[in-house]
């Protein structure tokens, strides 16, 4: 996957979004393995699930953020660390948060975010060659692990 260009809008990565999804979910079901994986791909390429789309949830875009950052949204712990707006009161409060922050979150520890250090030293940040990173879960090689969705399966 290519890095996020931060030459385009957020208009154009909000259209790019829109449109690789919309090729998912009205692709032709009898498309050949080979084409399908092509638009599953790109659809991927488009949500960025890198490291550091992770990070992307729009928070600050409210109703307005695209479908791939309203993935990335995790309502947190209150007590989570992190500078999100919180929500709430007592027990049903929680804190806008990231899929980054979820994966860094390390509560059977001492429910601190682990640094990016940290995980790289537990092999759960693995670089891809291109100067890029990704979290173990979005690696080709745990998707290519037996019984793992491949990319023209339905989601």
Do not use: C
Not at 8 to 20: L, P, T
Not at 54 to 80: M, T, V
Not at 135 to 141: I, Q, S
Request: aromatic share 8%.
């Amino acid at each position: 996957m290519a890095p996020k260009d931060e030459r385009k809008s957020q208009a154009e990565r909000d259209a790019e979004v829109e449109g690789a999804l919309r090729a998912w979910r009205e692709r032709d079901r009898g498309l050949p393995r080979e084409e399908a994986d092509r638009v599953w791909e790109a659809a991927w390429t488009a949500l960025d699930f890198s490291w550091e789309g992770l990070a992307d949830a729009g928070w600050e875009r409210g109703e307005e953020a695209n479908e791939a950052q309203r993935l990335k949204r995790w309502r947190a712990p209150a007590d989570l660390p992190g500078d999100g707006n919180l929500h709430g009161e007592g027990a049903i409060a929680w804190r806008e948060s990231t899929l980054q922050e979820y994966l860094r979150w390390s509560p059977a520890k001492t429910g601190e975010l682990l640094t990016n250090s940290q995980l790289r030293a537990s092999h759960l940040l693995i670089p891809d060659g291109e100067n890029r990173l990704w979290h173990a879960v979005h690696t080709p090689e745990l998707r290519a692990l037996p019984g793992a969705p491949r990319a023209g399966d339905a989601v």
